[in-house]
């Protein structure tokens, strides 16, 4: 080989040493680069902040997990857990969840924890959140502390469903209250709610206060009519130990949308004017309101899961009742077993009031 052949030669050889060289230098400095560039990433990120408040929700603790913080608006994922393995979360991943209140339990502490992530980071906040003891006040929806409480319920069964009470079932509230009522007064009346809409209105129709008047006196029912000018007249009555039929607009009755729950309306109303009968044997006073708890006729078999009608035991508010009773018909009819003659409040005279319906 000539001696520029062997220059040539190695020059060749050179430069490809040098390009492999090159090449793998520039694979580490790209390599290197890119880790530098996923670690300023990483660290670029803000980890999440887990925030939560709680709240008495009479018989569960809700729990709220919105607060939580996330500075680069990063979705977050959440999970609640607590150190008490009685608890049992309704949705253990929402940000949003509640425990219920265990019956039989008395008040006690329990460490709750929420754990938010952000996909790279998590962080966890643990409060000491105070249960309550259970209490059937608690249970049925009605509030936290009951100061006072008075029923004039009788031992025997004298609730009755208006449902199945013949062809005029959806009418009979009054056939079903005024009957209901002559049962509270004579344990071994024996009429039905069917028997007393063929007495009045047999064809259909509603029946009106006069209707329901006039058959409490057929049967000697001791009763009188009073003004609701004040709603507080019903406490004062039960206090006598008498019940009361009231004819008022439900559709102004607040509905309570927990199945579970004694309290509000349960069924649905299609408009003012919706009038309606139900006996008002008792009440309650819880943080500084006042339930009122009644016979509701309208039942229609509705049940709570626990068993028991739904219209039986029912309580509303004397707000409620107040405005009811104001717009559709401000009286209300005593029964007493008494018999006095007077009461705490006289009697109207019925004759120079405007009788109104329910269904």
Request: glycine residues 8%; proline residues 3%; aromatic residues 12%.
């Amino acid at each position: 080989m000539s001696r520029s052949g062997r220059q040539v030669k190695y020059i060749l050889t050179n430069l490809k040493e040098f390009n492999v060289l090159f090449l793998t230098r520039l694979a580490y400095i790209l390599l290197f680069t890119g880790l530098l560039a996923c670690g300023d990433e990483e660290s670029a990120n803000t980890p999440p902040v887990a925030l939560f408040e709680s709240t008495d929700g009479l018989d569960r603790i809700i729990l709220d997990g919105n607060i939580s913080k996330d500075s680069d608006g990063d979705p977050l994922v959440f999970r609640w857990t607590a150190s008490d393995e009685s608890v049992v979360f309704d949705n253990a991943a929402a940000s949003e969840s509640y425990f219920k209140i265990t019956p039989g339990v008395s008040s006690k502490e329990v460490d709750v924890t929420l754990t938010v992530s952000d996909g790279k980071f998590q962080d966890e906040k643990t409060r000491t959140v105070d249960v309550p003891a259970y209490s059937y006040v608690r249970s049925i929806g009605l509030g936290k502390s009951l100061t006072k409480e008075t029923s004039n319920n009788v031992e025997f069964e004298w609730y009755i469903d208006q449902s199945n009470t013949g062809p005029h079932s959806l009418l009979n509230c009054g056939p079903a209250a005024v009957t209901m009522a002559i049962k509270w007064f004579d344990q071994n009346f024996t009429g039905s709610a069917e028997d007393a809409r063929n007495v009045y209105h047999s064809s259909g129709g509603w029946w009106y206060t006069n209707d329901i008047i006039a058959y409490l006196n057929k049967y000697n029912v001791n009763n009188r009519t009073i003004n609701l000018d004040n709603i507080s007249n019903l406490k004062a009555e039960i206090d006598d130990g008498n019940i009361l039929i009231i004819c008022l607009d439900m559709y102004l009755v607040d509905f309570h949308r927990d199945p579970e729950y004694h309290v509000n309306k349960f069924y649905e109303t299609n408009g003012v004017g919706w009038g309606h009968f139900i006996v008002v044997k008792g009440y309650k006073e819880i943080d500084g309101n006042v339930f009122f708890e009644t016979y509701d006729p309208y039942s229609f078999s509705h049940s709570y899961s626990a068993g028991g009608l739904k219209g039986k035991d029912r309580f509303y508010s004397s707000s409620d009742l107040d405005v009811a009773t104001n717009t559709w018909w401000d009286y209300a009819i005593v029964v007493e077993r008494s018999g006095s003659s007077g009461g705490r409040q006289a009697g109207v005279d019925i004759s120079k009031i405007v009788h109104k319906p329910g269904r």
